[in-house]
C-alpha cells in the first residue's frame, strides 16, 4: 500500500521529465501502433531509460535505454508515465 | 542457393550485402508496391549463390510497408538460409527480432556485426554461449572491415544444405504457454495453409494482432482469438500484444545479459557531437549552415557540369543539321528527341549527381534524423511531424527522389500530406528560372524573396491538407543512430540506385515527350494551345499570349518553360517584352503550377492515381491564385 502511495506520487509524463534524469516507463498509452512501435526499438514498460535531452518550442525528447537513443514528438511523450529510478 | 539478409535498420546490413555482391556482380532492383528488395549473384566457394538484401526492419509485426514486405518474402519465397544481421553493440534490442525470425522456423544464422563497435562500448559477448540459448550457428563480423565474412558464408552454406531449423522453440511463461496451446488447438488448421507455419506460431501472430494472418480468420477463428487474447489481459492487466512482446522483450534482456560482459566503454568522441549539432541553440545555426554548405556545393558542383554538357548536346543537334534535310518532320523530331535528352542529362543530372551523393553522406553519417529531432516541433505547426523533413529537403533537389522518400514515413496520411507539399518546394530546375528570369531581371533579393515565400506556401498548404485529412497522426517515434564514418562503396551504390530510379521513370517520358512537343512544333499546334491557355495566361495573370505553350513545356521539365519562353518570345532580352512585374507573375506560376511529369509518375506510384489528380488540380488553382495576387500586388492592371 504504502509502496503504491509512493510510486503514484512520484509519477509523471515523460515530457515532463526534465533532461538527465533516469526514469522507469510506467504505462504506456495510445494505442497498440505506438507500443508496437516503442517495443521495436526495445523500449517496454518496466524498462528503465536516460532522458538526453528535450528539443525545444514542444519538440522531443530523446531517451537512451541499452546504448539505442529514440527520439520521441510530444504527443507520444505525453502519454508515456515513467516514475523516478 | 538463395540467402536472404535480414536486419534492423543501421545494423550494417547493406555494407554486408555490397562487400558480398560487390560492384562486378550483376545487380538487380525489382520495385514492390512500396519497397525494394536488392537481388544480386555472388560466388562464394566456388558457388553462385543469389543474394537477397531485404528492407532494414525493427520487427515482423508488419506496422509499415517495408516490414510487411520483408515478413511476407520469407514466409512465401523460397528462403534457403537467412542471414540475420545484428549491431553487436545493440545486442539485447536486436535479439527481440532474432527471437521472431526463429519463431518463423527457417534455417537462420546470426550474423553478430560490428563487434569492434561494441567491444568499443565496452561490450564483449560470448557466441559460443549465444549461439547456446537461440538454438542457430553464430558467426561474428565486421562488415565494414571485410572480417568474418567468409566464415559467415560457410556457415549459412551448410544451413542451407542441412537445412538446419533453429532447434529451440522460444519458452514463454506457463500461463502464457496455456494459452498459446488453447488458441492453437482451437483454430481452424486451413487458416494458414497458405504459410509453413506452426500452429503456435499462428496463434502467437493472431494475439499480436498481425492483421496479415488476421484478415485470413473467419468469424470463428477472430472469436476465438478475442476470448483468447481476453484471458491474457485479465491475468496480465495489459493486451494480449502487450503479453507477448514483454516475454520475448524479457527473454532478450535475459539472452543479451547472460552472453555478454560489459566493462568500462573507451572515450568515444562521437557522444559529444550530438551536445552541439542537437543543442537547443547551436544544433539550429549548424543546421542552417550545414544546409547553406550543402547547397552550395551542389550547385558549384553542378555549375561546373552544365555548360560543357549542354554544349556538347548543341553540337550534336548542329551535326544532324548538317546531315539531314532540316525542313523534314524526321529532323524536327530528332532535335526534339536530343534537346529532350540534353536537359535530362546535361540540367537535371549535373546537380541531381552531387545531390545525391551529399545526401547520401548526410544519410550514412546519420545526420537526418537529428534534423527531424530539430524540427518537429515546426512539422508539427503545420499538421506533420519531424520525419517528414526529410522528403522536404529533398525536394530542394528534385521532387522525384523527394516523393519516393515519404516512404519513410509510417502513416499513409502523412505520406500523402508530405507528397504533395514536397512538389511545391522549388527544385533545381525551378531554382534555374528563379535565378534565370527573377534574379536576372529583378534582382537577387527578389529571388531570396520568392524562395522564403515558398516556404510560407508549403507550410500554409500543408496546414490546409492536414484539415481537409483530420485523422490523428501519432506523433514522432525516430531512431537517433550513433555517427559513422560513411563508406565510398555503399555511398556510391545508394546514388547509384536512386540516380537509376529516377532516369528509369523520367526518361522515357522526356524523349516521348520531346518528341510529341517536336511535331506539335512542326505542325503549328501551338496557336491553338495559346489561345487555349489565354483564360488564364491573358486574362487572369495578364501576361502575353505567346508565354502558353512554355507552360506546357514547363509540365514535361520545368527549366524548359524558360527556355521555351525565350524561343515563344523571339528575343533573348525577355524584358524587351514582358515587364519586370509579368516576369514575377510568370515565375511564381511556374513555380507552383502541376509538378513536372517526372514528378507526375512518381506521385502515381506513391500516392496513388485519385491523389495524383487532386494534386494537379491543387497546384494548379494555388499557381493561379498566387499569380492572380501578384498581379495585383505589383500593380498590372487588369483589362
Redesign the interface.
Known amino acids: 500500500m504504502l509502496r503504491d502511495m509512493r510510486v503514484h506520487s512520484h509519477t509523471r509524463t515523460l515530457y515532463h521529465t526534465g533532461a538527465y534524469k533516469r526514469v522507469r516507463i510506467v504505462t504506456i498509452d495510445?494505442?497498440?501502433?505506438?507500443?508496437?512501435?516503442?517495443?521495436?526499438?526495445?523500449l517496454?514498460?518496466?524498462d528503465i531509460v536516460f532522458v538526453k535531452?528535450n528539443?525545444?518550442?514542444?519538440?522531443?525528447i530523446?531517451v537512451e535505454h541499452?546504448?539505442?537513443?529514440?527520439?520521441?514528438?510530444?504527443?507520444?511523450a505525453e502519454k508515456i508515465l515513467v516514475e523516478d529510478e | 542457393m538463395r540467402i536472404v539478409f535480414v536486419g534492423q535498420p543501421n545494423s550494417g546490413k547493406s555494407t554486408l550485402f555490397n562487400v558480398v555482391a560487390g560492384y562486378k556482380s550483376m545487380s538487380a532492383n525489382f520495385p514492390g508496391s512500396t519497397v525494394n528488395y536488392t537481388v544480386s549473384k555472388a560466388r562464394v566457394g566456388g558457388e553462385v549463390v543469389e543474394v537477397v538484401d531485404l528492407p532494414g526492419t525493427?520487427?515482423l509485426?508488419a506496422?509499415s510497408p517495408a516490414e510487411t514486405a520483408a515478413k511476407q518474402f520469407l514466409l512465401e519465397e523460397k528462403v534457403d538460409a537467412a542471414v540475420n544481421v545484428v549491431d553487436a553493440?545493440?545486442l539485447?534490442?536486436s535479439l527481440?527480432?532474432t527471437l521472431q525470425l526463429i519463431e518463423l522456423q527457417i534455417p537462420l544464422v546470426v550474423c553478430l556485426n560490428m563487434i569492434d563497435e561494441a567491444e568499443r562500448?565496452g561490450i564483449n559477448i560470448d557466441a559460443a554461449k549465444l549461439s547456446g540459448r537461440l538454438g542457430v550457428p553464430v558467426v561474428m563480423t565486421v562488415a565494414a572491415k571485410g572480417i568474418g565474412i567468409d566464415r559467415l558464408f560457410y556457415v549459412a552454406r551448410r544451413v542451407a544444405k542441412k537445412r538446419e531449423l533453429p532447434s529451440i522453440e522460444i519458452p514463454v511463461r506457463k500461463d502464457v504457454e496455456t494459452v498459446l496451446a488453447g488458441l492453437a488447438g482451437s483454430i481452424d488448421g486451413t487458416l494458414a495453409e497458405k504459410y509453413p507455419i506452426s500452429k503456435r506460431l499462428l496463434a502467437i501472430k493472431l494475439l499480436e494482432?498481425d492483421d496479415a494472418f488476421l484478415s485470413l480468420a473467419d468469424e470463428n477463428d477472430r472469436r476465438l482469438v478475442a476470448e483468447h487474447g481476453r484471458m491474457l489481459e485479465e491475468t496480465h492487466g495489459?493486451?494480449a500484444?502487450?503479453v507477448i512482446?514483454?516475454e520475448r522483450?524479457a527473454l532478450?534482456?535475459e539472452i543479451?545479459e547472460e552472453a555478454s560482459t560489459v566493462s568500462k566503454p573507451q572515450r568515444d568522441i562521437r557522444g559529444s557531437i550530438?551536445n552541439v549539432l542537437?543543442h537547443?541553440v547551436w544544433g539550429y545555426v549548424f543546421l542552417l549552415g550545414i544546409m547553406y554548405l550543402f547547397f552550395v556545393a551542389v550547385f558549384k558542383v553542378g555549375a561546373l557540369f552544365e555548360a560543357p554538357l549542354l554544349r556538347m548536346f548543341d553540337s550534336l543537334v548542329s551535326a544532324a543539321a548538317a546531315h539531314m534535310d532540316v525542313s523534314t518532320l524526321l529532323f524536327a523530331i530528332v532535335k526534339g528527341v536530343i534537346q529532350g535528352v540534353a536537359g535530362g542529362v546535361a540540367i537535371v543530372l549535373p546537380y541531381l549527381l552531387p545531390f545525391l551523393f551529399g545526401l547520401a553522406v548526410l544519410e550514412d553519417i546519420g545526420y537526418l534524423?537529428r534534423v527531424?529531432?530539430?524540427m518537429?516541433?515546426?512539422m508539427?505547426r503545420i499538421g506533420l511531424?519531424?520525419t517528414a523533413i526529410v522528403p522536404a529537403i529533398l525536394g530542394y533537389g528534385c521532387n522525384v527522389p523527394a516523393v519516393m522518400a515519404t516512404r519513410i514515413l509510417?502513416s499513409p496520411r502523412d505520406r500523402i500530406i508530405a507528397a504533395v507539399i514536397s512538389t511545391l518546394v522549388p527544385c533545381s530546375a525551378r531554382m534555374t528560372v528563379i535565378f534565370g528570369l527573377v534574379a536576372f531581371y529583378l534582382g537577387p533579393t527578389w529571388a531570396l524573396g520568392l524562395y522564403i515565400f515558398d516556404i510560407f506556401v508549403v507550410a500554409a498548404s500543408g496546414k490546409v491538407i492536414s484539415k481537409l485529412l483530420p485523422e490523428l497522426t501519432?506523433?514522432?517515434?525516430?531512431?537517433?543512430?550513433?555517427y559513422q564514418a560513411p563508406a565510398l562503396v555503399s555511398l556510391i551504390s545508394k546514388t547509384w540506385l536512386r540516380m537509376r530510379e529516377f532516369v528509369v521513370v523520367a526518361w522515357p517520358l522526356l524523349i516521348g515527350g520531346s518528341a510529341l512537343l517536336a511535331l506539335g512544333d512542326y505542325f503549328h499546334v501551338d496557336r491553338f494551345t495559346n489561345a487555349m491557355l489565354s483564360p488564364v495566361t491573358v486574362a487572369a495573370l495578364g501576361l502575353p499570349a505567346a508565354v502558353g505553350t512554355t507552360l506546357i513545356f514547363g509540365v514535361l521539365r520545368k527549366e524548359l518553360s524558360m527556355i521555351m519562353l525565350i524561343q515563344a518570345l523571339g528575343t533573348a532580352n525577355v524584358v524587351a517584352v514582358m515587364s519586370p512585374p509579368q516576369i514575377m507573375v510568370f515565375t511564381v506560376f511556374v513555380t507552383f503550377y502541376i509538378p513536372c511529369v517526372a514528378t507526375i509518375a512518381a506521385l502515381l506510384k506513391e500516392i496513388g492515381a485519385k491523389f495524383t489528380f487532386y494534386t494537379i488540380v491543387y497546384t494548379f488553382l494555388l499557381a493561379t491564385l498566387l499569380g492572380v495576387a501578384a498581379r495585383a500586388a505589383f500593380g498590372i492592371g487588369f483589362l
Open positions: 495510445g494505442g497498440r501502433g505506438v507500443r508496437q512501435w516503442l517495443s521495436q526499438l526495445g517496454g514498460v518496466g535531452r528539443a525545444p518550442f514542444g519538440g522531443p530523446l541499452e546504448g539505442t537513443e529514440v527520439a520521441v514528438g510530444r504527443g507520444i | 525493427y520487427s509485426t506496422s553493440s545493440l539485447s534490442r527481440e527480432f562500448k494482432g495489459q493486451p500484444d502487450m512482446a514483454a522483450h532478450a534482456m543479451a550530438d542537437m537547443r534524423p527531424a529531432f530539430l518537429d516541433a515546426f508539427h511531424h519531424g509510417t501519432p506523433g514522432m517515434i525516430l531512431e537517433v543512430p550513433r
